[in-house]
T-cell receptor, first 113, second 114 residues
Framework: GEDVEQSLFLSVREGDSSVINCTYT??????LYWYKQEPGAGLQLLTY?????DMKQDQRLTVLLNKKDKHLSLRIADTQTGDSAIYFCAENGAFSNTGKLIFGQGTTLQVKP | ETGVTQTPRHLVMGMTNKKSLKCEQHLGHNAMYWYKQSAKKPLELMFVYNFKEQTENNSVPSRFSPECPNSSHLFLHLHTLQPEDSALYLC?????????????FGPGTRLTVL
């Protein structure tokens, strides 16, 4: 079945780069997503990448996709304390026309001043 | 109100109670979703509605009963819940169900079942 895995915790210092990794199992995914959840809030879409791309950059965010290894990463440059949150990787797998997304457990990013 | 709103934000109920969660989206979207977020578990999709029709039921127990009277409103009716149903219930909406359509999430309802 579909499975998305992430490491649970990452701690970095303010100003450093953060790299959050994710692996997935369903090679039929057409879209892969990164969502951010701040305390007491719902999930907010940060960025997504189409499966025929291997990189997408959006200001401080860089998404890398290695489709052969089914590995997705999110790099946050110049990490700020406001970036502290839980980051979820998600894929749409074989459900590209149903709206169904498979989420990982989330990576808690702690940014130390 | 803008975006996706959910009420109540917090709910405590006994196992014999009946309660309802409400979600409203002000974005003109056609698809709405219920998710369950439990501690230390991945976010789980429960139901998908598209143009008021249920298109996905992810093997959810019948003690959870969704209702979508129109494209802007989604309810989750709860009855005879179990303590393990305690979780954050998130509602989301998107323009359509196809891939690439951003799902906008509400802040969630924190449910505690005693």
């Amino acid at each position: 079945g579909e499975d998305v895995e992430q490491s649970l915790f990452l701690s970095v210092r303010e100003g450093d780069s953060s790299v959050i990794n994710c692996t997935y199992t369903d090679s039929s995914s057409t879209y892969l997503y990164w969502y951010k959840q701040e305390p007491g809030a719902g999930l907010q879409l940060l960025t997504y990448i189409f499966s025929n791309m291997d990189m997408k950059q959006d200001q401080r965010l860089t998404v890398l996709l290695n489709k052969k290894d089914k590995h997705l990463s999110l790099r946050i440059a110049d990490t700020q304390t406001g970036d502290s949150a839980i980051y979820f990787c998600a894929e749409n797998g074989a459900f590209s026309n149903t709206g169904k997304l498979i989420f990982g457990q989330g990576t808690t990013l702690q940014v130390k001043p | 109100e803008t975006g996706v709103t959910q009420t109540p934000r917090h709910l405590v109920m006994g196992m014999t109670n009946k309660k309802s969660l409400k979600c409203e989206q002000h974005l003109g979207h056609n698809a709405m979703y219920w998710y369950k977020q439990s501690a230390k578990k991945p976010l789980e999709l429960m139901f998908v509605y598209n143009f008021k029709e249920q298109t996905e039921n992810n093997s959810v127990p019948s003690r959870f009963s969704p209702e979508c009277p129109n494209s802007s409103h989604l309810f989750l009716h709860l009855h005879t819940l179990q303590p393990e149903d305690s979780a954050l219930y998130l509602c989301a909406s998107s323009q359509d169900r196809t891939g690439g359509d951003e799902q906008f999430f509400g802040p969630g309802t924190r449910l505690t079942v005693l």
